[in-house]
């Protein structure tokens, strides 16, 4: 997680452009969680917070919830965001710390917890243990991610993100995601193995899009998205391998209102895309910024692995 962890990493940009989640999968995690007689509504936890998403969401449904995260600017960002929120959020609280470590929290008092789009930087030779220690029985683990977009309308452009995202030339962002976390995202998951001696009735539930439009994937669809191309673009100068790149080539500076510079590898992942896709051209010139308004449907393979906490 070393990309987040770094102070010069867009805290702010990532809160910003980062997909939400929808209604569907926390009903589905909270349906999961009801389903057991054990299960409690006292305490919650959320892993990796990022900027605070999750415990926002969950605070109807429980007493207090925790978020926790190992960097300071994430956590920064989720108290910022909670309390500027018109909503009030009174029962929600953030800890800077590692996922493998709650030493604020005595044992079996977590009712429920959950990693969004976190659980593949976990140590889980250390998490395994320390979950045991926190989580009542009956509790709930709800852990969920989502792999790269695809443009379910746009196969060309679906091609391109991903010979960007993963190409192993250094020009390009294939070199500079961290491993294994990564392939774990992209295998959506299928590395976490809650151990059977502590957790039962665990549940995988996936879905792997298709280019041949909405809808069209395989499995339960979570994560979808009606976008600009240009909030679609600054999404991923959201990516920890675009940050890692932009330190390999700071004096690439990217095109824009603002900026001065020629352009960098998303620019020109942008280019590519409009020029093999006509309907995401706009009408001006390579450097007009019209195309930045046009509107894609996006969707994410994503997985969500739910289990119970055994006595």
């Known amino acids: 997680m070393a990309s987040f962890l770094s102070k010069s990493f867009g805290h702010k940009g990532y809160a910003a452009f980062r997909p939400t989640y929808p209604a569907e999968l926390y009903k589905a995690v909270l349906s999961f969680h009801q389903a057991s007689p054990d299960a409690g509504r006292t305490l919650a936890l959320d892993l990796g917070t990022g900027h605070g998403l999750v415990p926002r969401e969950l605070s109807p449904h429980f007493d207090s919830v925790i978020g926790t995260d190992p960097s300071a600017g994430m956590i920064a960002q989720s108290r910022e965001i909670s309390t500027a929120s018109s909503a009030a959020y009174p029962n929600v609280s953030f800890h800077q710390a590692a996922a493998e470590s709650s030493p604020f929290l005595s044992g079996r008092r977590v009712n429920l917890v959950t990693a969004a789009q976190a659980s593949h930087w976990f140590n889980y030779p250390k998490l395994w243990p320390e979950l045991a220690r926190i989580m009542q029985p009956g509790g709930t683990l709800a852990f969920w991610g989502y792999k790269d977009h695809v443009l379910v309308s746009h196969p060309k452009a679906s091609e391109i993100i991903e010979h960007f995202a993963y190409q192993k030339d250094p020009d390009l962002l294939g070199s500079y995601w961290q491993q294994p976390g990564r392939r774990i995202v992209q295998e959506k998951l299928r590395a976490v193995v809650p151990p059977a001696a502590e957790w039962y009735d665990t549940t995988r539930i996936e879905y ?17 998205a009606r976008m600009t191309l240009g909030a679609m673009e600054e999404y991923m100068r959201t990516w920890s391998s675009f940050h890692k790149w932009q330190q390999q080539f700071p004096h690439q500076k990217r095109r824009g209102d603002h900026e001065s510079g020629d352009g960098d590898v998303i620019d020109r992942m942008m280019d590519a895309i409009r020029e093999a896709e006509p309907g995401l051209r706009g009408e001006g010139s390579r450097n007009s910024m019209d195309w930045k308004a046009i509107e894609v449907d996006v969707e994410w393979g994503s997985a969500l692995v739910l289990a119970r906490k055994r006595a």
């Open 208 to 224: 792997e899009p298709s280019t041949q439009g909405s809808g069209s994937g395989q499995g339960t669809r979570f994560m979808s």
